[in-house]
């Protein structure tokens, strides 16, 4: 046990994702971006257990066996709503302390982690964070807050955008006390995250080449130093891309990256685009005819 407090780490992750389905099962050598994840938060010295929520679907059955066969636990919980299924998830696994980490993060150090839980627990914060503002590759963001202040913004955040990114309610928030966890050195530009097919390139050279499932955050810099070529092909995607665009505009994106160029510029796909609906039957169809 890492203190008198139940630490958990909570991994929200979905395969339903519009930009880049099935992401977090992605293989990467011989492992999935998510077993990945989950190996690396294992090695974390303070926290206690380790929760995967997913979205209650049957289109997310792969990625709950999956998880399961890798001998993790999984909470199942609202597909939009990530305030509740968290506050549910913590509190079916009775956590006191929380450490919300993303499942398109396979390379989350468990050494920042680790700091991050120690600032939070010695100092009484409500809210331990490391992107506001950012100073760490995107990719390396957590977010540590306890479950009386979680319980807070399950009851009390009524934004779709508060329920659906879980702690913007308490960085908003000034009566919360907040510290932002920073490197000396700003990497903010750095793209580490997988949200996309380009991001997915990246992180795959970064293991091929480090040869090492457990690198860490000093070891992936000093590559980046020697051998920058292989961090291109995603440096055009700004950060935090995701949260900027809607579902229309994401399901754009993902067509564009499916169907030829040619057939894009013509008038009536142009029509299409503009509709949200259609654009979702054409990804459905996309999806199963990729």
Same mark, same amino acid.
């Given at each position: 046990?890492?203190?008198?407090?139940?630490?958990?780490?909570?991994?929200?992750?979905?395969?339903?994702?519009?930009?880049?389905?099935?992401?977090?099962?992605?293989?990467?050598?011989n492992k999935t971006a998510i077993q990945i994840l989950l190996e690396r938060l294992s090695f974390s010295k303070k926290i206690d257990k380790i929760v995967v929520a997913i979205p209650k679907d049957k289109k997310e059955k792969i990625l709950k066996n999956h998880i399961v066969n890798l001998g993790n636990e999984v909470f199942e919980g609202?597909?939009?709503?990530?305030?509740?299924?968290?506050?549910?998830?913590?509190?079916?696994?009775?956590?006191?302390?929380?450490?919300?980490?993303?499942?398109?993060?396979?390379?989350?150090?468990?050494?920042?982690?680790?700091?991050?839980?120690?600032?939070?627990?010695?100092?009484?914060?409500?809210?331990?964070?490391?992107?506001?503002?950012?100073?760490?590759?995107?990719?390396?963001?957590?977010?540590?807050?306890?479950?009386?202040?979680?319980?807070?913004?399950?009851?009390?955040?009524?934004?779709?955008?508060?329920?659906?990114?879980?702690? #913007?309610?308490? !960085?908003? @928030?000034?009566?919360?006390? &907040?510290?932002?966890? =920073? $490197?000396? +050195?700003?990497?903010?530009?750095?793209?580490?995250?997988?949200?996309?097919?380009?991001?997915?390139?990246?992180?795959?050279?970064?293991?091929?080449?480090?040869?090492?499932?457990?690198?860490?955050?000093?070891?992936?810099?000093?590559?980046?130093?020697?051998?920058?070529?292989?961090?291109?092909?995603?440096?055009?995607?700004?950060?935090?891309?995701?949260?900027?665009?809607?579902?229309?505009?994401?399901?754009?994106?993902?067509?564009?990256?499916?169907? #030829?160029?040619? !057939?894009? @510029?013509?008038?009536?796909? &142009?029509?299409?685009? =503009? $509709?949200? +609906?259609?654009?979702?039957?054409?990804?459905?169809?996309?999806?199963?005819?990729?």
């Open positions: 046990m890492s203190s008198s407090k139940k630490v958990v780490a909570i991994v929200q992750a979905r395969v339903s994702s519009i930009r880049f389905p099935y992401k977090v099962l992605q293989k990467i050598g609202h597909k939009t709503d990530l305030v509740d299924r968290y506050y549910k998830a913590a509190k079916k696994f009775k956590a006191d302390v929380i450490v919300r980490v993303t499942g398109d993060c396979p390379l989350i150090d468990v050494n920042i982690l680790d700091e991050m839980v120690e600032k939070f627990l010695l100092n009484k914060f409500h809210l331990v964070l490391n992107y506001k503002p950012p100073t760490f590759p995107n990719g390396l963001d957590l977010a540590i807050t306890d479950f009386i202040r979680l319980k807070e913004v399950w009851n009390k955040a009524r934004k779709s955008s508060d329920r659906e990114h879980v702690m #913007p309610y308490l !960085i908003r @928030n000034k009566s919360y006390k &907040k510290f932002n966890f =920073k $490197n000396n +050195v700003n990497f903010s530009k750095e793209r580490w995250t997988l949200d996309e097919k380009e991001d997915f390139q990246v992180i795959s050279n970064i293991f091929k080449n480090l040869k090492n499932y457990h690198c860490n955050f000093n070891e992936i810099i000093r590559l980046r130093k020697s051998k920058p070529k292989i961090f291109y092909a995603n440096k055009n995607i700004p950060r935090d891309e995701g949260s900027k665009l809607n579902t229309g505009q994401k399901l754009w994106k993902r067509v564009k990256q499916i169907i #030829p160029f040619h !057939i894009l @510029n013509t008038k009536e796909f &142009k029509k299409i685009s =503009k $509709n949200e +609906v259609l654009l979702t039957n054409l990804m459905v169809w996309c999806n199963k005819n990729r």
